[in-house]
């Protein structure tokens, strides 16, 4: 009997330890959701990182070995900026002038060297004045640039920049990208509110559909880091991983440029810029430095010949040197045989972005033209003002939604002067490449027998070119003016029916070749900006701090 109570008392035990173990684990589950759902209620339970455009989901304690989500809200930077160059320089050094605290983050600090970004319009000039920074270009042996002399079929002529109503200091600059590019580093740097970092930056940190910052790797590439700030403008370039997850990229490479240097010899027009329409497609030449003039060679398609094997130098002394002025020839041989020829892909992609909370796109990372006019810096350096003339009014940028509806109408004032430029661009380049098509031959011919004629005729496309005139309706009407006078030229003195056909084809193809490029422009933002909404967007209000 006392054996049988002992089991009795050992299981009223074993159930006791049982009930009180189920309600202890209940308890610990019901601690630990109440716990999450409080996290998550402050935004903490974790972020989203964007990388090359995929969503991964990652824990506080995974962005950074001792980063929490307060240090969102801690940071003490207003303005986080991926990219330091002639864009990100730039920006950097606007937005710290106006008081704000900006981390820069740069892959490679070092002065590159390119063969791109060379040429500064005139129009670009002003914007640069209008930021403060025309000093970056007067301490790097920069050479002024009065306009353009354009070849073809042993004859030349010289267009001017229209300056007569500005300042003697205005002009075209072109000199080494990298020099411009560290002397702009270099005062963004000065300011006491810059931190400007070396590091790449392998993601942006998204809270709630909202980009907080971002994800980087050190220097070294050894220790990941995370840096926080209400605003990340990214800025890093043609070669951009980040642009995916902020905008639609559709990124052509009609061309390639072909990079050489000659040496102790001066072009033929001083000053001027020099183009000349060869077969396959243009080449330029233009002075970047005392010394120096850089060409460019243009090479249809996405992909040049060999340089390892001599296959690109055979081609420069074979196809290209015998379209080269009878002035440099022998300097241009030179130059190939001295054997330093750089490539590089000649990108387009109109602006298509996703208005995201907290972020920015900029610079060549956001909109890419074809190189042949020269107006990427234009572009971007007209963007930065726009942005710091919206961002002025703001004290404070932590309302990202707000922020993001406010800076919407970025979008839409940056289109006449951008679209313009991209549209001349494009166009230009079509127009100038050779083609077995008679119609596009009639169209070559015409465009440089127009600007030839001097008066309105050269002053309104060389204004354009130059960005002291980017209107879209100016542009519409010398490219059509181009086109017709070229069917005049075949009409006069007396039309036949093949030269009517011609004719015809010539209008059509003028038309193929600019119609699809204002249609990805933006026909409504390029033409009519004032009808869209977000045009009149009004600065928020806020709190005074």
Not at 243 to 272: A, Q, T, Y
Not at 320 to 346: H, R
Not at 459 to 483: D, K
């Amino acid at each position: 009997m006392e054996l049988g109570r002992s089991y009795r008392e050992n299981d009223e035990y074993f159930l006791m330890f049982a009930a009180t173990f189920l309600f202890g684990f209940v308890l610990y589950l019901f601690t630990l959701r109440r716990r999450r759902r409080r996290r998550e209620k402050k935004g903490g339970a974790g972020f989203m990182e964007i990388i090359n455009g995929t969503y991964k989901m990652t824990s506080s304690s995974e962005v950074n070995g001792h980063c929490t989500p307060e240090d969102i809200a801690g940071s003490s930077d207003d303005v986080i900026i991926v990219g330091a160059g002639v864009a990100g320089s730039a920006l950097a050094y606007t937005l710290a002038k106006d008081g704000r605290r900006v981390h820069v983050i740069e892959r490679d600090l070092t002065e590159q060297d390119r063969i791109v970004g060379e040429l500064l319009q005139p129009g670009g000039y002003l914007k640069l004045v209008e930021l403060g920074l025309e000093d970056c270009v007067n301490e790097i042996d920069a050479q002024r640039v009065f306009g353009y002399a354009l070849y073809m079929d042993g004859k030349n002529t010289r267009l001017s920049y229209p300056l007569k109503k500005f300042h003697a200091d205005v002009a075209g600059r072109s000199f080494h990208n990298g020099r411009f590019i560290q002397r702009m580093r270099e005062k963004a740097a000065s300011l006491p509110n810059v931190r400007m970092e070396q590091g790449t930056v392998t993601s942006l940190v998204e809270q709630k559909g909202t980009v907080k910052g971002v994800r980087y790797k050190t220097k070294n590439g050894q220790e990941m880091l995370a840096a926080y700030a209400p605003l990340t403008i990214v800025c890093d370039g043609c070669f951009s991983n980040l642009r995916h997850s902020l905008c639609n990229p559709k990124v052509d490479v009609p061309s390639c440029f072909v990079g050489l240097i000659l040496e102790n010899i001066d072009l033929p027009h001083i000053n001027h810029g020099h183009v000349i329409l060869a077969d396959p497609s243009p080449i330029l030449f233009y002075k970047i430095s005392s010394t120096e003039i850089r060409c460019l060679v243009d090479v249809p398609g996405q992909r040049v010949p060999s340089i390892a094997n001599g296959e690109l130098a055979h081609y420069l002394k074979i196809s290209v040197a015998p379209q080269i002025p009878p002035e440099l020839y022998k300097s241009f041989i030179a130059a190939i045989d001295k054997g330093q020829i750089k490539t590089m892909p000649n990108r387009s992609m109109p602006a298509d972005p996703h208005p995201t909370p907290g972020a920015l796109l900029l610079g060549d990372a956001f909109n890419m033209r074809h190189p042949l006019t020269g107006g990427g810096m234009t572009v971007a350096l007209s963007d930065i003002v726009l942005i710091r003339d919206l961002l002025g009014p703001l004290r404070d940028l932590h309302d990202s939604l707000t922020l993001c509806k406010y800076l919407e109408s970025f979008y839409t004032l940056r289109k006449p002067v951008a679209s313009t430029i991209n549209t001349l661009a494009g166009a230009l380049y079509k127009v100038f490449c050779a083609s077995p098509d008679k119609a596009r031959q009639e169209m070559r011919d015409a465009c440089f027998d127009y600007l030839s004629l001097g008066g309105i005729c050269s002053e309104g496309p060389i204004a354009l070119l130059s960005g002291l005139n980017p209107r879209p309706m100016s542009l519409f009407f010398h490219f059509f003016a181009v086109a017709i006078y070229g069917v005049g030229r075949l009409l006069i003195p007396f039309p036949s029916p093949r030269k009517m056909w011609l004719g015809a084809r010539l209008i059509s193809g003028a038309s193929g070749i600019i119609f699809p490029i204002i249609k990805s422009e933006g026909v409504r933002q390029m033409f009519f900006p004032a009808t869209v909404p977000a045009y009149y967007r009004a600065p928020p209000i806020t709190k005074k701090m």
